[in-house]
Structure formats: C-alpha cells, structure tokens
C-alpha cells in the first residue's frame, strides 16, 4: 500500500512537500503522478531503487526534486516555484516496470490516495 501526505494550498512561487509510504513491499519505480481538472492525469517524476535514477516530466524546468529513502521505503517530491498550472491531485505510484516505461502509468499497479496541490496567484 501507498500511503500519501502533504499537499495543501500555497501562493504562486511558494513551496510544497509530498511524501508517500509504501508498505508490504519494495518497489521498482517509485513515482508521482497529478491530475487537473478537466484533464488526463500526467507523468510528473519517478524514482528507480537504486534511488540515484530520477527521472522528471520537461514542463517541470527543475523545480520539483524527487528523492526516495530506502530504508524507510518512502518517495518524497519536494515543489518549489509553484506555479497555477501545479493545481491538481497529485498520486504517489508503486511499479516494477523497466527503464524505458518509468514515466508511463499504465506500469504502475499500486497507487495511492490523491492528495490536493492548490497554487493560487
């Protein structure tokens, strides 16, 4: 299971902190995905286990940081320069798919509770 926290409403340019807990088991691919209204949900970032192989959707331009923690088997995405266009439910993913599909959701098979990312201007 993937048990999520963090999120909330922030002003543009602010900084938010997402964390998520998997439990039961290791994962691959730890990774984050969001989802706007009106919109398909979308790749952010993913983690491989090694932990030193991050991966990050391009509109992010640096901004958001995924690290993960293997001891305590737990993905963090740490957002900074928050912009409007961040407002979404952001989900935490657990996966065993290869390199190549770490930024494609359908190899993820657990997922978390949504949690809300609100950026006001």
């Known amino acids: 299971q993937l048990q999520p926290c963090g999120g909330g409403l922030v002003q543009a340019g602010g900084s938010l902190r997402l964390a998520c807990a998997a439990s039961g088991r290791t994962f691959i691919n730890l990774g984050w995905f969001r989802q706007a209204p009106g919109k398909e949900r979308e790749f952010v970032a993913a983690?491989?286990?090694?932990?030193?192989?991050?991966h990050y959707a391009e509109f992010l331009k640096g901004r958001f940081t995924i690290s993960r923690d293997i001891a305590k088997n737990t993905v963090t995405l740490q957002m900074n320069n928050l912009i409007p266009e961040d407002t979404a439910v952001y989900y935490c993913?657990?996966?065993?798919?290869?390199?190549?599909?770490?930024?494609?959701?359908?190899?993820?098979?657990?997922w978390g509770q949504g949690t809300q990312v609100t950026v006001s201007s």
């Open positions: 983690v491989r286990r090694s932990a030193y192989s991050t």
């Open positions: 993913a657990g996966g065993d798919g290869i390199l190549s599909a770490v930024m494609t959701a359908s190899t993820y098979y657990y």
